[in-house]
């Protein structure tokens, strides 16, 4: 839903109000959604509560100008379905009408689409004549246990591929090296002074962390903005909340975290960071309290 909104906001640059060159004859259901069939399939299937829906989706401007289109993002542009609360015009009346396969025109409410999706700071621009006008075609309808087949599928691909790439890595670098307890690889390059890193202590690293293929992700040396964290906070990272602990101050390390120890097995969209990627750390204890 959120690409929708977000994508969404970008045709009010154009206008709003679909008067499109082509005139076409378009239905209205009794709440006002107005529709055209392009393709009406012969599927009695339609949209249940906690399905998800595989879809292509197709937005014009006023002008029939294409501006976004699903297939550019993914070739499996999948979309949850919520049954609307009242009959309306909103985004998912829209697919409560649509049986697997159809493919249909819709020209939505702009006002009563903002507001049901809760982005209330849109209604200031618009007016509660604008239309905003989708082209949907509803592929596939497919149930939550489907869903999770394959997302179990995807995730076992992943798990497979990091422990191949993490093998071979350690084969062709470390092959003697062996793991901690908790799957961390940690080796030690420069020793430092003074008592070890507790879990009672506050620590600044630098850091510079990269894929096991040697792309790069991030490096605090860049910016001189070292990582501040405490050791038993538990919002860090397994990995690096591990690793200080075998430092001291002045200490140097490389350490080889499995994504169980780093980004998770989900990885950190906010990171850009993808599922099941094991990352390497090459580390710094410059201070701590």
Same mark, same amino acid.
């Given at each position: 839903? /959120?690409?929708?909104?977000?994508?969404?906001?970008?045709?009010?640059?154009?206008?709003?109000?679909?008067? =499109? =060159? /082509?005139?076409?004859?378009?239905?209205?259901? &009794? !709440? @006002?959604?107005?529709y055209l069939y392009r393709e009406k399939s012969s599927s009695d299937l339609l949209p249940q509560d906690g399905n998800k829906l595989l879809v292509n989706v197709k937005y014009y401007d006023s002008k029939d100008s294409l501006l976004f289109n699903s297939e550019d993002y993914s070739s499996r542009f999948i979309m949850d379905f919520f049954p609307p609360v009242a009959a309306g015009t909103t985004i998912n009346d829209a697919f409560a009408m649509m049986h697997e396969g159809d493919s249909i025109s819709f020209r939505i409410n702009a $006002?009563?689409?903002?507001?049901?999706? @809760?982005?209330?700071?849109?209604? =200031?621009?618009?007016?509660?004549? #604008?239309?905003?006008?989708?082209?949907?075609?509803?592929?596939?309808?497919?149930? %939550?246990?489907?869903? +999770?087949? +394959?997302?179990?599928?995807?995730?076992? +691909?992943?798990? #497979?591929? +990091?422990?191949?790439?993490?093998?071979d890595f350690l084969k062709n670098n470390y092959p003697e090296l062996k793991p901690t307890k908790s799957g961390l690889y940690f080796i030690e390059t420069q020793e430092g002074e003074g008592p070890q890193i507790t879990k009672n202590n506050k620590v600044a690293i630098h850091y510079t962390a990269t894929y096991i293929n040697g792309e790069p992700i991030y490096s605090t040396y860049q910016k001189n903005d070292p990582l501040v964290f405490e050791v038993a906070d538990p919002l860090v990272w397994p990995c690096l909340a591990e690793a200080?602990? $075998?430092?001291? /101050? @002045?200490?140097?390390?490389?350490?080889?975290? %499995?994504?169980?120890?780093? !980004? @998770?097995?989900?990885? #950190?969209?906010?990171?850009?960071? !993808? %599922?099941?990627?094991?990352?390497?750390? #090459?580390? &710094?204890l410059i201070a701590y309290k």
């Amino acid at each position: 839903m /959120k690409k929708f909104i977000i994508l969404c906001a970008t045709l009010l640059m154009f206008g709003c109000n679909n008067s =499109s =060159s /082509k005139k076409e004859n378009y239905d209205t259901t &009794e !709440a @006002g959604l107005s529709y055209l069939y392009r393709e009406k399939s012969s599927s009695d299937l339609l949209p249940q509560d906690g399905n998800k829906l595989l879809v292509n989706v197709k937005y014009y401007d006023s002008k029939d100008s294409l501006l976004f289109n699903s297939e550019d993002y993914s070739s499996r542009f999948i979309m949850d379905f919520f049954p609307p609360v009242a009959a309306g015009t909103t985004i998912n009346d829209a697919f409560a009408m649509m049986h697997e396969g159809d493919s249909i025109s819709f020209r939505i409410n702009a $006002y009563n689409f903002f507001l049901a999706a @809760g982005q209330k700071q849109m209604l =200031s621009k618009i007016t509660k004549t #604008d239309t905003l006008r989708f082209e949907i075609r509803l592929k596939k309808i497919l149930s %939550p246990d489907i869903i +999770e087949k +394959e997302i179990a599928q995807k995730d076992k +691909e992943l798990k #497979d591929e +990091e422990e191949y790439l993490l093998a071979d890595f350690l084969k062709n670098n470390y092959p003697e090296l062996k793991p901690t307890k908790s799957g961390l690889y940690f080796i030690e390059t420069q020793e430092g002074e003074g008592p070890q890193i507790t879990k009672n202590n506050k620590v600044a690293i630098h850091y510079t962390a990269t894929y096991i293929n040697g792309e790069p992700i991030y490096s605090t040396y860049q910016k001189n903005d070292p990582l501040v964290f405490e050791v038993a906070d538990p919002l860090v990272w397994p990995c690096l909340a591990e690793a200080v602990q $075998y430092m001291k /101050k @002045g200490s140097k390390a490389t350490i080889i975290a %499995p994504s169980k120890l780093a !980004a @998770g097995e989900r990885g #950190d969209k906010s990171l850009k960071i !993808a %599922p099941r990627k094991t990352i390497i750390f #090459d580390l &710094e204890l410059i201070a701590y309290k």
